[in-house]
């Protein structure tokens, strides 16, 4: 019987990856990767160049219909597949990351008259400039005693398409009143694929407000914003598809663009940290997925629905049907990482990294490693990027408390990479006290590479750790998707124990460095709760600053 192939396309925040799988065993033929010419708009509108105000974060959307016209055909070549055996693709995205487009799809920074616009692009997952708008939505939220604020830890972000549909009619009303809909990216992509819009029910729960079947009310939308009334049945209320659905047929344009076949199934799309669960066969309660790069997303399915303080939303079906999906994460990770080597590093180290072949992480991990924990006397706190959980807020800025005359730029890199175990330990630790237990933690995402990293998150949450099989993981998931959107498999868990792959307990902690870490980890609370709960200010007071600035 000639084997059967399916693609999977995962969409991050700097590339696209096209990876082909076989639907029989999950092996990986071949993959390829396309680089976004505009990466992220976060300074100046590539279009105009004109600046852009603190926390914005666009992107062009050209730039994701590249990736299926090279990466695909290209990952096709590299297989040595025959497209005509290629009988599915799926994609998955960053979220929360929309486009304003008109009916037949066309985003509207395409348009001559909007080309200068910046509200006209894609707003990227990381753009935060609609936290006070944020801030309103949850306000009157909780005035209102809103049913669904629960659901979503009692805060909602600045990230999600409430938050980001507001700053749009206030700030750009002409952009917003042009709009046909506010689309998620990762229905967008799957738009251009079948040339049907499908909204997925994953973004549509976590990021759309979208619970028990319902947005939020026109009334509360109105006391927002009397302009504001008819957001949801107007600009994000469509047509929902449930994960490893097939939104339709592959479209003879996408089937040029692709090399592939008119006619394939298309999945309905999804989000890169939840197309991963079943990928790393993390599809029971108790599984923590940490899909870590440039931030972390925590994603795992419990058997009940409960209200977790600071969780990024709780789905019905949002991983796999049958289970209740829970969503929390670390807006940055990799990206403080990056930020503090850019930045704050001397020179010097790059040329030592250059001399011993190594990566200037991979040294700056290599010579602070052997230190005793503690040694540096430091403690950071890893909001450089804001705060998604627990705290929910995008207005905190990052900390590094301790440094001396004597501290070293190791020694900080070190701390910050404590500082993202120390919030993923809040993260677990908040599951557990609100009744969803963690047992088992997966890594999947670039970060997992980084061996001391691995067991010094696995010291501090006291958890063993697993880490998927593959450098491609959302791909991986995609493919997943794909192959049950074909019809080769039954349901997504039927696929995932089939292509999944992960290594299990690859980690586990040192009980001696988890009980060092235990008091360190106490200060980073003391400091996390000063700081991020009220007591004091200081961080919004600059924020505002330096938006005035």
Not at 45 to 57: E, F, I, R, T, V
Not at 387 to 404: A, I, P, Y
Not at 513 to 521: A, I
Request: proline share 4%; charged share 20%.
């Amino acid at each position: 019987m000639t084997e059967k192939y399916v693609i999977g396309v995962d969409y991050g925040t700097l590339s696209g990856r096209a990876l082909i799988v076989r639907a029989s065993d999950g092996h990986e033929m071949g993959s390829a990767v396309f680089d976004y010419p505009n990466a992220v708009m976060d300074r100046v509108l590539n279009a105009s160049g004109a600046a852009l105000g603190p926390d914005w974060a666009l992107q062009d959307p050209q730039d994701y219909v590249d990736v299926l016209r090279n990466a695909v055909p290209e990952a096709l070549r590299i297989s040595g597949v025959n497209p005509a055996d290629v009988v599915g693709i799926a994609t998955d995205f960053t979220a929360c990351t929309m486009i304003p487009v008109l009916e037949d799809g066309t985003p509207l920074c395409q348009l001559p008259e909007f080309k200068n616009n910046p509200h006209a692009y894609v707003k990227l997952w990381k753009h935060h400039a609609a936290q006070p708008h944020a801030d309103r939505i949850n306000q009157l939220a909780r005035e209102r005693n809103e049913k669904w604020l629960p659901r979503y830890g009692g805060q909602i972000s600045s990230e999600w398409e409430l938050a980001k549909g507001l700053q749009l009619l206030e700030e750009a009303p002409e952009v917003y009143n042009r709009m046909y809909k506010f689309v998620e990216a990762a229905d967008w992509i799957i738009w251009q694929l079948c040339g049907s819009y499908v909204r997925n029910a994953c973004t549509a729960g976590y990021k759309g407000n979208l619970q028990d079947g319902q947005y939020p009310s026109r009334e509360y939308f109105k006391a927002l914003n009397p302009a504001f009334e008819n957001f949801a049945e107007e600009k994000i209320a469509h047509t929902i598809g449930q994960l490893g659905d097939n939104a339709g047929p592959l479209t003879a344009q996408a089937a040029q663009w692709t090399g592939l076949s008119a006619g394939i199934a298309v999945a309905v799309g999804n989000v890169d940290a939840h197309v991963t669960a079943p990928a790393a066969k993390a599809t029971e309660p108790g599984q923590m997925v940490a899909i870590m790069g440039t931030s972390t997303c925590h994603v795992m399915n419990h058997d009940a629905i409960t209200e977790v303080p600071g969780m990024c939303g709780v789905v019905d079906g949002g991983i796999v049907s049958g289970l209740y999906g829970y969503e929390a994460g670390q807006s940055g990770v990799g990206d403080i990482f990056a930020w503090y080597v850019e930045n704050q590093v001397p020179a010097k180290y790059f040329d030592e990294a250059k001399a011993n072949n190594k990566s200037i992480h991979q040294h700056l991990t290599d010579i602070s490693a052997d230190e005793a924990i503690g040694a540096h006397g430091l403690i950071a706190l890893d909001w450089q990027s804001g705060n998604r959980s627990v705290l929910v807020d995008h207005e905190l800025s990052g900390l590094v408390l301790g440094t001396t005359l004597t501290t070293t730029a190791e020694q900080i890199y070190r701390a910050l990479l404590e500082a993202t175990a120390y919030g993923t330990r809040v993260i677990v630790d908040t599951f557990a006290k609100s009744g969803v237990p963690v047992k088992e933690f997966i890594v999947a995402g670039g970060l997992l590479k980084n061996k001391f990293l691995m067991q010094l998150y696995s010291d501090v949450t006291r958890l063993p750790i697993s880490t998927i099989d593959t450098d491609q993981g959302p791909a991986l998931g995609s493919a997943i998707h794909a192959a049950v959107a074909a019809q080769l498999y039954t349901n997504v868990n039927q696929a995932a124990e089939v292509m999944g792959r992960v290594n299990k307990h690859v980690y586990l902690p040192n009980e001696e460095r988890s009980k060092q870490y235990d008091g360190l980890y106490k200060e980073y609370l003391e400091l996390h709760d000063y700081f991020g709960r009220g007591a004091n200010n200081v961080m919004k007071r600059l924020k505002q600053m330096k938006r005035e600035g």
